[in-house]
């Protein structure tokens, strides 16, 4: 049966860098290779691909808006000394670096036979690495992974191997599988079109793999990094670009609606970019629907921003939506537009609302409370039937729409954060922004989860 996946609110020319893995010579990263001794490959303008995979994840796991920067960032600047820091991690000393330079050995076919077969580089490919891929994706994180390029003994040439980050994938009826890639070194303009597709049908046998990540040598196989969060909190934000906006939250945390009911909204939105949001003049700026575009179907489609926003603050938009008489489930979405100019920034999550008669209610818990933020976490989420008591277990729980976990079982999520500006005391300061969650099951209303902020 076919599958497909895909990590929600991660688009590669949106999340990923905005520039691109080309840098100047700098001095080198030296690692043991026993034997060989000392081994340079981190000289820069070798290529950063490892820390800017790293940096990116970092920041989408924190839930920070991505990094704005368009150019390279100099040599020691702060973005510059962190992406050097996440190569470091990458190349996991010294194993990662061993397993390099071991599948560079290793043919890409199994060689052997019984029980001294050799396992190639297609097998370990297919039937090791890319399971643990799909349950990186599968539970909505983004997964680094090794492009191994070139079948060679010379530790120098470990440096020709690649580093991209997987995102999404589809695995057809003939066991085609095509993997979706953030590639560092593919422009943004073109980053949303990278992919590694090969067919899982023969891992046994040399594999070929289909690639357009921006490399010179073709791709044998590749493996799951091992990756550990870092805090990219620190990173202070750079110049911004002229309109920009991020979503901050929407309350309240919608569940079932009754034909034709109203109910008051709120909209919190951060200025992220340079130019003062104002409602006047030939092209005010304004918060409009979506998904689709311009739609009315909650009865308005424009909300005038209610005061001059200037850069780095915030403002909410309080209005009223009224509910479609047509019982069925509607989307419910925005982002500014200056009008007559351009739409910009983050959408809001979109949020699918199901209009119709009561359903049973449901009482909805969670573990630990307040759930900790800026870094992933275990949790449990319960529900129980608000009347009897009883549990409800193998329940869905959807954050901001997307499906995260089931009831009763515990799972990994991430409370991102945010940075606010303090224009009293000019620094920035770090707040979690807990996402839009509900618990929904057949026969009740969707139950709303207090995360604790």
């Known amino acids: 049966m076919a599958q497909r996946n895909a990590v929600f609110g991660f688009k590669a020319s949106v999340n990923g860098l905005h520039f691109t893995n080309s840098w100047p010579s700098e001095p080198d990263i030296v690692v043991n290779v026993p034997p060989f001794g000392n081994v340079a490959i981190g000289d820069a303008s070798n290529g950063l691909c490892g820390g800017m995979v790293f940096t990116v994840r970092d920041v989408f796991q924190a839930g920070m808006p991505p990094i704005p920067d368009t150019s390279n960032p100099p040599a020691q600047s702060p973005l510059f000394n962190y992406i050097v820091a996440r190569l470091f991690a990458s190349f996991n000393i010294p194993g990662g670096v061993l397993k390099y330079f071991d599948w560079m050995n290793t043919p890409d076919h199994d060689t052997g ?63 085609q599988l095509t993997l979706h890639v953030y590639d560092p070194n593919t422009a943004p303009e073109q980053a949303d079109g990278v992919r590694l597709i090969l067919n899982l049908s023969n891992p046994t046998h040399t ?98 921003v209610p005061n001059d926003v200037a850069p780095g603050a915030e403002v909410t938009f309080s209005f009223q939506i009224t509910a479609p008489t047509v019982p069925g489930t509607y989307n419910l979405q925005w982002r500014m537009v200056e009008e007559l100019v351009t739409w910009f920034g983050d959408f809001t999550p979109n949020i699918p609302i199901v209009v119709q ?59 991102p954060i945010r940075r606010i500006f303090d224009p009293d005391t000019r620094k920035w300061e770090i707040v979690p922004v807990p996402p839009n969650g509900i618990v929904t099951m057949p026969g009740y209303a969707p139950g709303v989860i207090d995360f604790g902020y």
Not at 147 to 165: E, F
Not at 375 to 392: E, F, L, W, Y
Request: one cysteine or more; glycine letters at 8%; proline letters at 8%.
């Open 113 to 175: 036979i019984w029980f001294a077969i050799r396992r190639g580089v297609c097998w370990h490919t297919i039937m090791e690495e890319w399971p643990r891929i799909k349950a990186d994706i599968d539970s909505n994180m983004l997964s680094p992974i090794a492009l191994v390029t070139v079948y060679s003994a010379n530790p120098g040439d470990l440096g020709k191997n690649h580093q991209v980050l997987a995102y999404a994938y589809e695995l057809d009826d003939s066991n």
């Open 357 to 415: 008669v009561p359903l049973k209610r449901m009482n909805v818990s969670v573990r630990p409370y307040p759930v900790p933020a800026g870094h992933p976490v275990s949790i449990t989420v319960s529900a129980s039937d608000a009347v009897t008591g009883a549990a409800i277990i193998g329940a869905n729980v959807l954050t901001n729409g997307a499906h995260v976990g089931t009831t009763g079982t515990p799972f990994i999520t991430t409370i």
């Open 207 to 304: 594999t070929p793999i289909d690639s357009n990540v921006n490399i010179s040598e073709g791709v044998r196989g590749f493996f799951q990094v091992p990756y550990s969060f870092a805090n990219p909190a620190a990173l202070e934000p750079v110049t911004p670009l002229a309109s920009n906006a991020l979503f901050v939250s929407q309350s309240p945390s919608f569940g079932t609606l009754m034909p034709g009911e109203t109910v008051n909204v709120d909209v919190v939105m951060q200025n992220l970019g340079g130019t003062t949001w104002t409602a006047a003049g030939a092209h005010p700026f304004r918060l409009g629907s979506q998904n689709p575009q311009d739609n009315t179907t909650w009865g308005i489609q424009r909300i005038d």
